[in-house]
């Protein structure tokens, strides 16, 4: 995309600064979330390795019919669903991980809640975000996340790809994206409910 | 009428407007009414928000270097990385599996 554009030809002119720009820009997010796909920090390291390897080599035709992220995140899921798969890791994303629903006892029979959300503690959810332990217990969650929740969501909610674009980077279908991130966002609410909720605020 | 367990299975899909306009008007007449679900509506905004702020770990500036060192190797030679630091989370490229 346009944006991209000066980035991408400082980048086929070897411009050093460019490559530093593009390692600032995308290494720590690879990793981040090459890890929802493999077992452990090197076999991640290894498959952002494949995938820079890639990127590099694909560059000169990188088409700009997508963002410069969306490509190169969508470089990252191939080469990790494959290495995920190999580790045995990985569920098909057809096949939903069973989480339990913790969410389901918290109504009764007929549908009404039985014990209904407490406040998250503050007002505003600005003043959450300012809160560096709000921050580190999400961080924990989600790393506690099953492994295709783990990749879903932070596909759409951190790397902030909207539906379409993580059906097609993880070949899934929009149904089966919406249940298994609404899951993940589930499970997020509920630990943060329970790690900070209480009767102040009206968050 | 969809009941609140019903009604929080569903929030997803109304955050990403794929919700059919029968049940968007259904689901919104619902949190008109109901405290507890328009509460839990706004968490999951708020961690929907939340999440995206998360910040990245940050590298360290040896790694940085090396990486963007070895990036430029690749772009130049269409050779193999170069040889990386050793040591757990140090290695901007990963082990090279050559050397094991």
Known sequence: ????????????AGEPAAFRALVDRFQGRLIRLAMGFVQDRTAAEEVVQETWVAVLKGLPT??????????????????????????????PFSALEDDGRPERERFRENGRWASPPTSFGEADPERMALRGEVLEALKGAI????????????????????????CNVLDITETNQRVILHR???????????????????? | MMSCAQITEQVTAYLDRSMPLRQRMAFQMHMWMCTHCRRYLRQVRTTVALTGRLPTDPIPEDVREDLV?????????????????????????????KAR
């Open chain 1, 62 to 91: 990188f088409e700009r019919r997508s963002s410069l992220d969306t490509w190169v995140i969508r470089i990252l899921c191939n080469r990790a669903r494959t290495r995920g798969v190999r580790d045995k890791r990985m569920v």
């Open chain 2, 69 to 97: 060192r070895a990036l430029m190797a690749i772009h130049t030679g269409g050779a193999e990385p170069v040889t990386m630091p050793p040591g757990p989370g140090s290695s901007p490229l990963g082990d090279d599996p």
């Open chain 1, 184 to 203: 993940a966002r589930t499970r997020l609410r509920a630990i943060l409910e329970a790690r900070f909720g209480g009767s102040e605020g009206t968050l």
């Open chain 1, 1 to 12: 995309m346009a944006e991209d554009e000066p980035l991408v030809t400082r980048l086929l």
């Open chain 1, 143 to 166: 790393e506690a996340l099953p492994p295709n929740q783990k990749v879903v969501l932070t596909l759409r909610d951190i790397e902030g790809l909207d539906s379409n674009e993580v």
